[in-house]
């Protein structure tokens, strides 16, 4: 099985800065595309940032700026810096991957638990 463990979520002022971690374990072949999307209470989930393996990033405008997605694919680890961080960020961070697993070699997607970020104004 694979799991995708997120770290680094809490609560901070607005204008201040926290850093997002995700690594993905278990029967993992390769991972392809690794990104970052939010939840806001009563919105739906939207992606915030993406990068491919071979290290192509995008980005929502919303973010474009202030966060930076990066990956470490020794340590099968997708990390969401961000940067002058504003109330309207506060919602839960679900870390996402496609991965492939080592038993049937297919592609599939999977999901963090999802971490939360709240700023405070």
């Known amino acids: 099985q694979v799991q995708l463990v997120e770290s680094g979520g809490g609560l901070v002022q607005a204008g201040g800065s926290l850093r997002l971690s995700c690594a993905a374990s278990?029967?993992?072949?390769?991972?392809?595309?690794m990104g970052w999307y939010r939840q806001a209470p009563g919105k739906q989930r939207e992606l915030v940032a993406s990068i491919s393996s071979g290290g192509s990033a995008n980005y929502a405008d919303s973010v474009k700026g202030r966060f930076t997605i990066s990956r470490d694919n020794a340590k099968n680890t997708v990390y969401l810096q961000m940067n002058s961080l504003k109330p309207e960020d506060t919602a839960v961070y679900y870390c996402?991957?496609?991965?492939?697993?080592?038993?049937?070699?297919?592609?599939?997607?999977?999901w963090g638990q999802g971490t939360q970020v709240t700023v405070s104004s």
């Open positions: 996402n991957a496609e991965i492939i697993v080592v038993v049937t070699l297919r592609l599939r997607n999977y």
């Open positions: 278990g029967s993992i072949f390769s991972i392809r595309g």
